[in-house]
Structures are given as C-alpha cells and as structure tokens.
C-alpha cells in the first residue's frame, strides 16, 4: 500500500513539475517523512573534507578509495588510503552514512579542507546526491581540470583512460620540495606487486625507497636516472595488468603546474653604448702639473681625457671634479672601452670586459685548464642551508659551556672492554643526557605555533656526517634503553645514514640533538639548533690537562645552544651541572640506575 502512494505521488508531481519546467522539492519535514528514494527530489549530500592528518600537513593525496559509491558506511570503517607528508594513512569515519560521490579520483591531490566525497544517510537515495554550494570551487583547486570532450588525448592535462595511473613524485618528508631519481628498480613493462620498491629517490633528507601498494605493470618512466622532478610532477604511468598499451595517454605537460617560462637576454649596458665611442680616439694631449684627487683620475681614465686638455679652476693650480664634469658635457663625451690585454702567450689580444651576454670568460692562463669547477647544489644541501639559516636568524641562540672530567668515564669503558662491552664516549653522553632531560623536563620540549609544548618521551637525535651532508637518525626512548642497545643503535643508524638507506621514520622528529666533534680533534664549538627543538649540545674532544697539583685528568668542553625564548639561562646552567654530575660519575649510567647524583649551581 505504501509503495503504490510513493507511485502516485511521484507520477502526480511530475505531471506537475513539467509544465512549470521546474523540478519540485518538498520541505526537509515531508523529505524525511515521505520519500527519499524518489527520482524526482535531490538529497542534499553532506561534505567530506580532505583532513589533516598530520601537524604540518598542507595538502593530500587519494592513493586508493576502500569503498565505492553506493557502499554503506559504519562508524569507524576505513574509507581511503591517504598520503600525507609523513606517510600513508587511512581515513574513517565517524557515523553511519552512504557514500554517495567521489569527488577526488585516485591520485588526485587535495589541500586540507577541499571537498574529496559526498555522503548521505542510510536510506536516501544516493543516486539523485546533490552538490552543495561552491563544491565545484572546491574540488577544482583538489584535482587536476579535466579536459573538454573534444580535446585530443595527446593533450598535456588529458584524463588518462581507465586502467591508467599517472604516477607523481611523492613527499617523502614534510620539508621535501622535489626530489632526484637514483635509479629504477623495476623496467618498463614489469609487474609491481604490493609493496615492491620501484625506485630510489634521494629527498631533501636522504635516499629514500619508494614502494607501491598495488599489483600494476609499469608502463613507461617518465623521469630517467638522474632527473629531479618537483613534488607532485609526473615521473612514471602505470597501468593494469590487462591494459592495452596501444591506448596508453602519455602527458606532454609532466609538471604539476605551469612551468612555462619565457626570459628574454639580457643585454649589458656596454652594448647599448654607441659606436662612435670606439671609434673615437683617445686624447694624446700631454698631461699638465695640475693637481688632482682619485675622483677626477677615474674620470680622465674613463673618458680618455688627458689632465692637460681640460683647464682647472681650482687654486693652486688644481683640477676639480667640476671641471672635467663640464668639459665632458660641453664636448658631448662617451666613456671609451676598456684596455685590451694580451695573453701571456703573446697571442690574440682579449678584451677585460665581456663582449655580450653569450660570450663565455676566457682564460689567460696558458699552463692549462682551471681546476676549478661549479658543482650544483645537491636537495639535500639547499634544504639544510634553507633551515640553519631560518634557525640563526629567527631563533634568539644563548650559549652555555661546561667542563667535564671523564676520567672515571674511560676507566670504566675500560673495564667494559674486558667484558667484551664496546661502548663510546657518545654512547655515554646520549644516556647522560637522555636522563639529564627526565630531569630538566623544560628543556624537552619542542617551540611550535609560538607555544612550548612539552614532550612526554626523549628521542635523542644523533647529528651524522654523510657525503651529502649532515642528517640526524634518532635514538628513540633513549632513557629506557641500555649502554649496549644506544651503542648498537647509533651504529646501525650511521651506518644506515652514510649509505643512504634512512627511512623518514628514522630521522623525522626527535627532542634534542647532539653534535659530536671531538672525534675530529675539536676542543669545542657551538652548534645551531634544530627547529621545532628548542636545545643542541656540542661536543668537544677530551685532552688532558694539569690540575692544581700537577696531575693530569682529562677534560671535555660540552656547549649547549638553547632557545632564548623557550629555556631561561638559569634552567640551561641546571641541566649543563646534572649532566655534568652524570659524567663524571657514570656508573649508574652503566647499570641503569638514576638516582640523584647531581650538583645544582645556586
């Protein structure tokens, strides 16, 4: 009985309804009360926005939907896989709905806040989903603008057909700008399965492996060896399995936006200067004995003028700049070329300035070619001279030295020695300081957003020197852990860092840094901090000295950097003295036992 009213009041309103050329819509009250799964009346979806998952996550990438549209959802199902800056999370949801449109495709990527989905609740039909107001704004700024039907498919931004995936550089970490293709580990044509590493990408931070979660063939690279894309650029397609590769789109255009860029050459001043300025001879008339300064000197030699053509009016008898201003304006004068010089060689003659914008510098050494070359500037180095460089001019950098004596330190390295325990002087600093932080808590602590947010754990980062630059592998928990388990980790870590295979895992975050130098013989220096942390500590190298009654002990330099804004100088002498303490009593360090054996500086 109910469906045969839901019939005829359908067939009574669209009787109704096309006269009028209008559809009709009822109020919200007779929506949920009558019909939702009419054909005729749209249900009004309600938005699904591109989350931040991340602190410091701008944008997002769909890299699989697990629900299709029409699917029904439960509170708390996984709906999609979404890359952010830090890796590959799921995204759920929190009540019972319908998913009634997909507005972000797979591989589309979206800034926080864009619409990517509409949903409806259970029971509406899904099918007649309306779009709210300004969707269209939305999801145009999250996916790439679909071309036109009638625009070729060999177009630069033409939707690939499907069965077809363009793949674009990831973000490998959240200060990663664009990256550098080592090399690929899979050919044309090959299949992927889940999980495999395609190819070696080195970020702003590392060599990183880039995996693939779908089992696809890789149909063609886009971006060889060597080549260094941006993040979001095309850099390979892949296809399904069954794909016909005579249908394969292959983009023109393999930038994410528009990289076109027209700069005319610019043409140096001394080529607009005109011709009868070389042609003019320069003045043979012999100098006079007037005096003059540099000033005028410069405009005679510029001018090719000679100190006896031009009359001073200055007493006794001196030139003034005034005059010669007056004589080259009154005589309409241009400057004259620069002097040529010869090659030692004796052969053609050179000229000292360059003759235009394409001409390259020649050399007037004649024993051989310069040694010198430009290198370019690898990602990873830009990015640490953009960051130290953001880190000394917008952090307030206070400096804070102690000295240590350590010979109770190596005695006992000594002694673990002989018990086949090979341990370093870092593996001793890391555990000091990681229980110098439990106990000075306000010095770990990260500054974000103009806040100081204190950390809960102590994540020790190891500064590390690669051929590529400096990076810092992180010791996590190092308060828990052993001498032995720090030893081993550091060593696996620098290990791993010196060959390139740090995992962003591995290096992204931490709480404080320490920089050791002493290995390369450096009695002390000052490091600079590593933002969002608020604190450093340099480490120098152990030398021995002679104390009051001429007995020699061995003594360390440790210099802590901290943040002004966020540790008082008072807070940064506390934590200097309890590892201080530490150090030079080291054998609860060895047993794990950290009771109180500190000295505090009133």
């Known amino acids: 009985m109910a469906n045969m009213m839901r019939c005829s009041l359908r067939i009574l309103l669209r009787k109704q309804a096309q006269p009028l050329g209008y559809r009709v819509r009822l109020t919200e009250l007779y929506q949920r009360t009558c019909f939702h799964t009419s054909c005729l009346l749209d249900v009004a979806g309600k938005e699904l926005n591109m989350p931040?998952?991340?602190?410091?996550?701008e944008n997002g990438t769909i890299v699989k939907w697990l629900k299709k549209e029409g699917d029904s959802i439960s509170a708390g199902d996984v709906i999609a896989d979404i890359q952010t800056d830090k890796a590959v999370m799921s995204l759920e949801v929190d009540d019972d709905a319908v998913l009634a449109k997909i507005l972000a495709k797979e591989g589309t990527v979206a800034k926080v806040g864009d619409l990517i989905a509409l949903t409806v609740e259970q029971g509406e039909d899904w099918k007649s989903v309306e779009s709210p107001a300004g969707a269209g704004a939305s999801s145009a700024g999250a996916s790439t603008p679909a071309p036109s039907s009638s625009a070729p498919s060999s177009a630069p931004n033409a939707e690939p057909p499907a069965g077809q995936t363009n793949v674009k550089m990831p973000s490998l970490s959240p200060t990663m700008s664009s990256g550098t293709i080592v090399k690929w580990l899979k050919k044309e044509g090959d299949n992927i399965e889940p999980g495999d590493a395609v190819a070696e990408i080195q970020t702003?931070?590392?060599?990183?492996?880039f995996e693939i979660d779908e089992e696809v063939k890789l149909a063609k690279i886009l971006a060889p060896e060597g080549a260094e894309a941006e993040v979001g650029d095309l850099i390979a397609i892949v296809?399904?399995?069954?794909?016909?590769?005579?249908?394969?789109?292959?983009?023109?255009?393999?930038?994410?936006?528009?990289?076109?860029?027209?700069?005319?050459?610019?043409?140096?001043?001394?080529t607009s200067a005109p011709s009868s300025t070389a042609s003019r001879a320069v003045d043979q008339t012999p100098p006079s004995g007037q005096v003059y300064g540099l000033a005028v000197k410069r405009?005679?030699?510029?001018?090719?003028?000679?100190?006896?053509?031009?009359?001073?009016?200055?007493?006794?008898?001196?030139?003034?700049?005034?005059?010669?201003l007056a004589h080259i304006a009154s005589n309409n004068l241009q400057k004259v070329p620069p002097k040529t010089v010869s090659s030692p060689a004796g052969g053609v003659s050179q000229s000292a300035a360059p003759s235009g914008p394409a001409s390259k510098p020649s050399a007037t050494w004649s024993g051989g070619p310069s040694t010198f070359v430009d290198g370019p500037v690898s990602n990873i180095r830009a990015v640490i001279a953009k960051r130290l460089?953001?880190?000394?001019?917008?952090?307030?950098?206070?400096?804070?030295?102690?000295?240590?004596?350590?010979?109770?330190l190596?005695?006992?390295?000594?002694?673990?020695?002989?018990?086949?325990?090979?341990?370093?002087?870092?593996?001793?600093i890391t555990k000091a300081v990681a229980?110098?932080?439990?106990?000075?808590?306000?010095?770990?602590?990260?500054?974000?957003?103009?806040?100081?947010?204190?950390q809960n754990k102590v994540d020790i980062s190891i500064a590390v020197s690669t051929p590529t630059g400096l990076i810092t592998p992180i010791v996590f928990n190092a308060a828990s852990k052993g001498l032995s388990d720090i030893a081993n980790d550091i060593r696996t870590l620098a290990g791993k860092a010196r060959d390139g295979k740090l995992q962003p895992q591995e290096f992204q975050g931490g709480t404080f840094t320490i920089s050791n130098l002493g290995m390369f013989g450096i009695k002390d220096f000052s490091?600079?901090?590593?933002?969002?942390?608020?604190?450093i500590l340099a480490v120098g190298t152990g030398r021995e000295v002679l104390d009051s009654s001429l007995q020699t002990k061995t003594m360390m330099t440790v210099t802590l950097s901290y943040d002004r804004r966020a540790i008082d100088d008072d807070q940064a002498a506390d934590f200097l003295a309890v590892l201080q303490a530490m150090l030079q009593d080291p054998s609860f360090l060895a047993v794990g036992r950290a009771h109180s054996l500190r000295a505090r500086h009133e």
Do not use: W
Not at 243 to 263: C, H, I
Not at 527 to 535: D, L, S, T, Y
């Open 239 to 270: 296809t399904e399995r069954d794909f016909d590769l005579s249908s394969l789109v292959v983009p023109t255009n393999l930038k994410g936006g528009d990289s076109s860029t027209s700069a005319a050459a610019p043409t140096p001043a001394a």
């Open 299 to 324: 405009l005679l030699e510029e001018y090719g003028l000679s100190s006896g053509s031009v009359k001073g009016s200055g007493r006794p008898n001196r030139l003034l700049k005034e005059d010669v």
């Open 52 to 57: 931040a998952l991340s602190p410091t996550m």
């Open 410 to 428: 190596n005695e006992l390295r000594s002694k673990l020695r002989t018990e086949d325990i090979k341990v370093s002087v870092n593996d001793f």
């Open 204 to 209: 702003d931070k590392a060599v990183v492996t």
């Open 527 to 535: 490091a600079i901090i590593n933002p969002p942390q608020i604190g």
């Open 435 to 454: 229980h110098a932080l439990l106990e000075c808590p306000e010095v770990n602590s990260l500054y974000q957003n103009g806040k100081l947010v204190p």
């Open 389 to 408: 460089g953001e880190s000394k001019s917008q952090i307030p950098h206070s400096y804070a030295s102690i000295e240590i004596n350590i010979d109770k």
